[in-house]
């Protein structure tokens, strides 16, 4: 799938949840045979970023968008030197389990500027055990949340549906195998004043897989029985990633990756409409909204964009050089920071950003945990209180669809909390 502007965001974006293991990411097969991907496909993207790069020299984003243009190539010299520069850049990004780059995964030297960038940005162990999913070949992308019960969900890839769990460890289905039409089931949340867990469904996940069966759009089930409340099916084509519900009103407003744009269900609707058009968000993935319901933030594969719900004005967040706040898989809102999982650039990361009291610009960063052991393509997360709770080894890329459901060599879900501090 590509954004409405090009691929490249989508592919910082969705690289962890491609199948397959990358360079870096204990995989053991050789590497793939590299197809040089059309021309007239790259050639916007290099002036694009080549553009940018005179505006913001030395910007670790755009350098590492650069390195997959020539990686699209097939260009192993200029997407070494490329990375090189991503390297001698600040903000620690990391191409080692990145499949656009799996072409050069046995490159000694590739391999060599992943290891300097390991040596130079040690491991971060910030996080303690949370809950764990105990199901090998769960593959989840999406997880929630619900304080009251002190439950998590979260969505299985491979089985297509719902499960929860709590301190008990016991694992439970909510919603069984397609029930309702689910699809795969990516981003969730749990609506606690209304009762309901909104999922996002997608009929299509992944190059050649569709699934007649399934409904494309957003779902609601019942926190008791798992019941289908609601469907709103999509009304533009794409991949509906991730959601946030609005608490006062029961809006569901939804990123669209393929499209960038940002979709908004509307109480009673059956139909969604959009709230931003396509190309307002390239790579537009995690979503967040502020406390007192004023601004949403939309994850896209470069930046972080802000929306003015009043009014509907989306601007990027302001940012000094050397933060990195593009490839958000999973972001929330705590106390005036965002804070959320950030993959696509990197194996795996836990991510706060400062915000000022506009909050319309970016003041500093911090990485919170980061080349955990536990950690293997981390997706989403749910906040409780002031702790994030994160998917850390969802194991993903280890998923094939057409495989025969082997749990050989997985392992259970960790659900990990990473403590982010009171007032």
Known sequence: MMSGRSCFPLLLLAAPLLLGAGPGDGGTSAPPACTPAPESELRPEEIRVQEALRRSPGDPMLLYDLAIVHALRCDRPRTLAALKAV???????????????????????????????????????????????????????????????????????????????????????????????????????????????????????????????????????????????????????????????????????????????????????????????????????????????RFLFVAGGDGITRVDLRTRAFQRLERPPDVVDGSFDGLYFHRGTLVGVQNGVHPGRVVRLRLDATLGRIVGWEVLEAYAPWIETPTTGALDGDSLLYLANTQLRRWKPAGNGSTEGLVDVQVRRVALGGP
């Open 87 to 293: 390297a001698a850049a600040p903000g620690g990004l990391d191409p080692g389990a990145f499949r656009g780059f799996a072409f050069l995964s046995g490159d000694p030297e590739f391999r060599a500027i992943v290891a300097g960038i390991r040596s130079a940005h040690p491991p971060i162990l910030a996080s303690q055990p949370g809950f764990v999913l105990r199901a090998p070949g769960l593959f989840p992308e999406g997880m929630a949340f619900d304080p009251r019960t002190r439950r998590v969900y979260a969505g299985s890839a491979s089985g297509r549906r719902i499960v929860w769990t709590d301190a008990s460890g016991a694992l439970r289905v909510l919603v069984p195998s397609k029930g309702g039409g689910l699809g795969f089931p990516a981003g969730m949340k749990v609506d606690p004043a209304r009762d309901q867990l909104w999922v996002c469904s997608a009929s299509s996940f992944g190059p050649g897989v569709v699934l007649s069966d399934a409904t494309s759009g957003l779902l609601a089930f019942d926190l008791r029985d798992g019941h289908r409340v609601r469907a709103v099916t999509q009304t533009t084509a794409g991949f509906l990633n991730d959601l946030v519900v609005v608490p006062s009103s029961g809006e569901v407003l939804a990123t669209n990756t393929s499209t960038g744009a940002v979709a908004v269900a509307r109480p009673g609707a059956t139909t969604t409409e959009d709230l931003l058009p396509a190309g307002s968000v390239p790579g537009a993935n995690g979503i967040a909204l502020d406390d007192r319901e």
